[in-house]
T-cell receptor, first 114, second 113 residues
Framework: DSGVTQTPKHLITATGQRVTLRCSPR?????VYWYQQSLDQGLQFLIH???????AKGNILERFSAQQFPDLHSELNLSSLELGDSALYFC?????????????FGQGTRLTVV | AQSVTQLGSHVSVSEGALVLLRCNYS??????LFWYVQYPNQGLQLLLK??????LVKGINGFEAEFKKSETSFHLTKPSAHMSDAAEYFC???????????FGQGTELSVKP
């Protein structure tokens, strides 16, 4: 158990809909990262938040947005969903600034758009 | 653009045989390097990491990796494969502490009895 919790584990929704994926980082971790894993693109970095502020953006679509709340949990919002958005979405957390370099991953949310 | 290349999307070995999974990165600046393992329907678990302390890095489950700057490689090895090692393995790099991870495409390891 990595200590990173993601909910829900599975999500099936229709095209055009909006969903919210939730991530609770490890206790004490200030950084949260979101990654998308798909068969054609592999594992792609989406966005990084540190202590409530956006730190870096990767290949994140404009239809997607994220935020990190004061209690450090994070949400990834996906809207106007398309079939191609079907993927496994991972959240990871790490301590930034204490010499640690690795990120700890949650179990992922498998999103299926039908 | 910075990238990570894993040679071989699928590697099959016999139980007890040497495991060698290859990873090369593209950068003139040594990055932080990681190997992660993903079991079916699971998240990514860190196997080991290189952060410039030592070129030979030992990880969990008997895996180790050697950083070779001249070859820009970070290959993963295990002397004797076990059935439980069957999984997908990802090499990843980061170019600053706590920065985003850039992943290779993954190598699926099969272990035959």
């Amino acid at each position: 158990d990595s200590g990173v919790t993601q909910t829900p584990k599975h999500l099936i929704t229709a095209t055009g809909q909006r969903v919210t994926l939730r991530c609770s980082p490890r206790s004490g971790d200030l950084s949260v990262y979101w990654y998308q894993q798909s068969l054609d693109q592999g594992l792609q970095f989406l966005i990084h938040y540190y202590n409530g502020e956006e730190r870096a953006k990767g290949n994140i679509l404009e239809r997607f947005s994220a935020q990190q709340f004061p209690d450090l949990h994070s949400e990834l919002n996906l809207s106007s969903l398309e079939l191609g958005d079907s993927a496994l979405y991972f959240c990871a957390s790490s301590v930034l600034g204490r010499g640690e370099t690795e990120a700890f991953f949650g179990q992922g949310t498998r999103l299926t758009v039908v | 653009a910075q990238s990570v290349t894993q040679l071989g999307s699928h590697v099959s070995v016999s139980e007890g045989a040497l495991v060698l999974l290859r990873c090369n990165y593209s950068s003139s600046v040594p990055p932080y390097l990681f190997w992660y393992v993903q079991y079916p329907n699971q998240g990514l678990q860190l196997l080991l990491k290189y952060t410039s302390a030592a070129t030979l890095v030992k990880g969990i489950n008997g895996f180790e990796a050697e950083f070779k700057k001249s070859e820009t490689s970070f290959h993963l090895t295990k002397p004797s494969a076990h059935m439980s090692d069957a999984a997908e393995y990802f090499c990843a790099v980061s170019y600053n502490q706590g920065g985003k991870l850039i992943f290779g495409q993954g190598t699926e390891l099969s272990v035959k009895p």
